[in-house]
Nanobody, 126 residues
């Protein structure tokens, strides 16, 4: 049974840092990612890591501020959030899939992922 459990959410001041973790049970996924959803908005892509540790996608809004990493031995994915902004406030969701795709756009859309965590709230105060 696949289960994704996020942790690390909370309140952080603008300009500060926060690290989110997502521990997965079951087999090693081909890709894991992070999405977020702010009140009244659609779920949006943040970052993903696929196939190996050097393959990543980032949303333009978080590029150069957030870093995704995976620990395959622990089946865990992390999201290091630096220089956070109030607009980063959202519920952050971990996602994973066993699908292997060579489409360059893959692993950047909610429909590309099959398993989801329950979400963790991140609030950035100004």
């Amino acid at each position: 049974q696949v289960q994704l459990v996020e942790s690390g959410g909370g309140l952080v001041q603008a300009g500060g840092s926060r690290r989110l973790s997502c521990a997965a049970s079951g087999r090693t996924f081909s890709a894991m990612g992070w999405f977020r959803q702010a009140p009244g908005k659609e779920r949006e892509f943040v970052a993903s890591s696929y196939w190996g540790p050097t393959n990543t996608h980032y949303a333009d809004s978080v590029k150069d501020r957030f870093t995704i990493s995976r620990d395959s031995a622990k089946n865990t994915v992390y999201l290091q959030m630096d220089r956070v902004k109030p607009e980063d406030t959202a519920v952050y969701y971990c996602a994973a899939t066993f699908v292997i795709s060579t489409d360059i756009r893959y692993y950047t859309r909610p429909r590309d992922f099959d398993y989801w965590g329950q979400g963790t709230q991140v609030t950035v105060s100004s």
